[in-house]
């Protein structure tokens, strides 16, 4: 079974920046989108940045600019550079790798933005 792990959060002060890892325990065949989702406390997950196989990205609008998605050499791993950081990005970080036959999920990864 293949696992996604996450790696990259943690405390970050406002207009800070992190980058997130999502990296694939295996191979992972005919990918079709990459994508970071978030929920923060009380709140459902939203969608904040996919990348297709294409090579085309999707952001929230709440992104604003801020953050971007990229796939790693390894094409197993996808990240998320986050810039600027706001209070109201805390929330934890999920990231999503859809094939042709199965989503995979990540445990998720703590990002909390306060002084």
């Known amino acids: 079974q293949v696992q996604l792990v996450e790696s990259g959060g943690g405390l970050v002060q406002p207009g800070g920046s992190l980058r997130l890892s999502c990296a694939a325990s295996?191979?992972?065949?005919?990918?079709?989108?990459m994508v970071w989702y978030r929920q923060a406390p009380g709140k459902q997950r939203e969608l904040v940045a996919s990348?297709?196989?294409?090579?085309?990205?999707n952001y929230a609008d709440f992104v604003e600019g801020r953050f971007t998605i990229s796939r790693g050499n390894a094409k197993n791993t996808v990240y998320l550079q986050m810039n600027s950081l706001k209070p109201e990005d805390t929330a934890v970080y999920y990231c999503n790798i859809v094939s042709m036959w199965s989503p995979y999920w990540g445990q998720g990864t703590q990002v909390t933005v306060s002084s």
């Open positions: 295996a191979y992972i065949f005919s990918i079709n989108t």
């Open positions: 990348l297709l196989s294409s090579g085309s990205t």
